[in-house]
């Protein structure tokens, strides 16, 4: 397990913006892909969003597709999800998530490794 490290929740109210930072360990080497999957208790696990780490391709879901920006850095280890135009319905714990193999044809929430999360809260 390669510890990933999650920044950046809290609360705000509809309409405002987060932003997540999720940073992998310096010995951290060959991450494919990473993303964002977020849980709310009792409900199934989204992926919201992932990054193809070779060629920056993105995905998104379409609950959060044109207010959800995903970005990575030129190491590759580090990821920032920009959240604007909040919802109420995207109050959820996200994770971070990153894999080594075949990963951009799976789905997020299965990714290799994960962080401990990170609560985003909106208001309304």
């Known amino acids: 397990q390669v510890p990933l490290v999650e920044s950046g929740g809290g609360s705000v109210q509809s309409g405002g913006s987060l932003r997540l930072s999720c940073n992998a360990s310096?010995?951290?080497?060959?991450?494919?892909?990473m993303g964002w999957f977020r849980q709310v208790p009792g409900k199934e696990r989204e992926g919201v969003a992932a990054?193809?780490?070779?060629?920056?391709?993105?995905y998104y879901a379409a609950s959060v597709k044109g207010r959800f920006t995903i970005s990575q850095d030129n190491t590759k280890r580090s990821v920032t999800l920009q959240m604007n135009s909040l919802k109420p319905d995207d109050t959820a714990m996200y994770y971070c998530?990153?894999?080594?193999?075949?990963?951009?044809?799976?789905?997020?929430?299965?990714?290799?490794?994960r962080g401990q999360g990170t609560q985003v809260t909106v208001s309304s």
């Open positions: 998530v990153a894999d080594w193999g075949s990963c951009w044809n799976r789905p997020i929430v299965d990714y290799a490794t």
């Open positions: 310096e010995q951290t080497h060959n991450i494919r892909c």
């Open positions: 990054i193809r780490a070779a060629t920056g391709d993105t």
